[in-house]
């Protein structure tokens, strides 16, 4: 479905639902970008990859929000495979420990997209995408706003999936000291409080702002 209207509702990711999402989505994009593979073995890793055991918040159940938002804003971007396939590789290599894991992603998708014989203006697009969602500039052009938008989507998640997702990170920051991770994580929410606009995008600042301030100020609180 594609849409540009009405709220946004976000879903429980499971079972047939989540593998015709995912399936579909990836298929879609990676044909729309003129790709000359099937891509079926690299959605075989994507797949493999959000799913990895460590993972919490950066997991399958992320992603599939991610495209599940997205498939319904898709007409809102100026080159939709594009930014669908920067959803898909956005987190593909996440370790807790390390802090290049969006460089080591986009890296990945330009290797994999080169060789499917995209065109370089692509890759070099898909690449910028992915790198943005290290949250640390204000994304600039539409894509780069709308796929940072769908990446934040769950801050304005329902209050129980938001308290969810807050536990999530807990969880994969396990071996962290509860008065440090406190303290980090504190400072991490209240960086996007004090934005004066959470999401870029219209829509999603129509749709999202408002929630999402509420949910921060609770877990800042």
């Not at 060789?115 to 052009?141: D, G, K, N, W």
């Not at 509860?178 to 934005?195: E, G, H, P, V, Y």
Request: charged share 25%.
């Amino acid at each position: 479905m594609e849409t540009v209207c009405g709220s946004l509702p976000m879903l429980p990711p499971s079972g047939s639902y989540q593998v015709l999402l995912l399936q579909t989505s990836f298929e879609r994009a990676w044909r729309d970008i003129g790709a000359n593979s099937s891509g079926s073995s690299l959605y075989e890793e994507l797949v493999a990859s959000y799913s990895e055991p460590h993972r919490r918040s950066h997991s399958i159940q992320h992603l599939t929000e991610c495209l599940q938002t997205y498939d319904m804003v898709r007409l809102l971007a100026e080159r939709p495979a594009e930014v669908e396939l920067a959803l898909w590789f956005h987190d593909a290599i996440y370790d807790v420990r390390r802090g290049d894991n969006e460089e080591r992603s986009a890296d990945w998708a330009k290797r994999e997209l080169a060789f499917a014989a995209v065109p370089e203006e692509a890759v070099a697009r898909v690449h910028a995408l992915v790198m943005v969602t290290r949250h640390t500039e204000t994304p600039t052009c539409a894509d780069q706003q709308l796929l940072v938008d769908v990446d934040l989507s769950i801050l304005g998640a329902p209050q129980d999936r938001f308290a969810e997702y807050e536990q999530q990170i807990r969880d994969e920051y396990s071996f962290v000291p509860n008065w440090l991770f406190r303290r980090k994580r504190r400072t991490i929410l209240k960086s996007f409080f004090d934005r004066p606009r959470i999401y870029s995008t219209e829509h999603f600042h129509l749709h999202f702002e408002q929630r999402a301030r509420e949910n921060l100020r609770r877990a800042i609180s």
